[in-house]
């Protein structure tokens, strides 16, 4: 069961072009392609009549002709040419979602379209402040997408899923808070004077003891951005900031759920410093990805171990479980008002 009535991210805008996309999000199979005039669009990928996928078909100037029998449907899913007879059924009719794009991705609604408001977008304008460079990638995980979110609001595995990039012991060692906000979860990590982790030493340029800090700020039913920064040991944030040396970024993360068991994990790393290096933005992705590797091996591995088997609890959950349990709670509580709403 997916949360419906939110915005989602089904692709990089730069991905979606004069070319059928079919994507499945959320349980829904959709396609994604653009008019001529470059709007983009979003409908469901199947063909009322037989059910054949409308990405078997064809998009020629505006319009997607079904493969099978050759129907054809504007962008608004009405059925606009029926190949030998003139009269258009009212049923000829294909789902077209709400999608918006903003922050260099497309944004789909899949749940009612009149609650579906521009307004209500995510707020990801690292990914296009002028202010920001941003590292960006995708990887397909074979997991369900709160796995995700629970890495992402424990970042304690770092030190033993990451130990060649982002981690060492310093890391799990270092206590969580965790405070909700309005619909979001806030775990927050300070690692005091520790060594810098390879990747620290390399794209921050650190190369004495840092403080370092992490706050992911969680809000259902994928996004996380993670405030990651650090300083050179007992040095205020303040005075860093001043002298040019904190190394700030933000951590970006877009997941949107494939099915019960995959997801799409869209991830972007903003940094505000050393704008104009374009080398250091692409060992950044490089480094990134490599360590995002090393998530989906873990999370691929947990899903195989579970199978088709919903989570019912954990047996085990540890002080650095707050952040994940919490998330899981809010998401649980968006889903039984989804149920309560429906069921009115
Ligand atoms: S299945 Fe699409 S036109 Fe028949
Ligand atoms: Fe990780």
């Not at 206590?175 to 794209?203: Q, W």
């Not at 951590?251 to 994990?265: A, K, Q, R």
């Amino acid at each position: 069961m997916f949360l419906k009535d939110c915005w989602q991210v089904a692709a990089f805008a730069k991905e979606v072009g004069r070319k059928i996309l079919p994507r499945t999000l959320a349980g829904e199979a959709v396609i994604l392609y653009r008019t001529t005039a470059g709007t983009p669009v979003a409908m469901l990928d199947t063909c009322p009549h037989r059910f054949l996928p409308l990405s078997l078909g064809t998009l020629s100037a505006d319009v997607i002709q079904c493969g099978y029998h050759g129907l054809c449907f504007n962008r608004h899913g009405d059925c606009v040419k029926i190949p030998g007879q003139d009269r258009i059924p009212p049923t000829a009719k294909v789902t077209v979602f709400p999608i918006v794009e903003r922050y260099g991705f497309i944004w789909i609604w899949l749940g009612d379209a009149s609650m579906a408001h521009e307004s209500t977008v995510p707020n990801f304008h690292w990914m296009t402040n002028p202010e920001w460079v941003v590292s960006e990638g995708y990887h397909h995980i074979n997991a369900h997408y709160q796995l995700i979110n629970d890495n992402l609001l424990d970042l304690s595995h770092e030190t033993f899923v990451h130990p060649h990039t982002i981690g060492n012991h310093a890391v799990a060692e270092s206590p969580l808070t965790v405070s909700e906000g309005e619909g979001t979860v806030i775990a927050h990590r300070d690692i005091m004077n520790c060594e810098p982790p390879p990747f620290y030493v390399k794209v921050a340029g650190f190369s004495t003891r840092i403080d370092r800090w992490h706050t992911t700020i969680f809000t259902p039913p994928g996004f996380l951005v993670i405030e990651n920064g650090s300083v050179p040991a007992g040095m205020p944030k303040g005075e860093a900031r001043e002298k040019g040396i904190a190394r700030e970024r933000r951590v970006l993360n877009l997941i949107t759920p494939e099915t019960e068991t995959s997801s799409h994990y869209f991830w972007g790393i903003a940094r505000c410093y050393d704008l104009e290096d374009v080398e250091l933005t692409d060992y950044i992705r490089r480094e990134v990805a490599r360590t995002f590797d090393e998530d989906k091996l873990v999370l691929e591995a947990q899903q195989s171990r579970l199978g088709a088997n919903k989570i019912t609890h954990f047996p085990v959950t540890l002080r650095a479980d707050a952040g994940a349990v919490r998330g899981r709670r809010l998401i649980e509580a968006m889903l039984r008002g989804v149920s309560a709403d429906a069921a009115e």
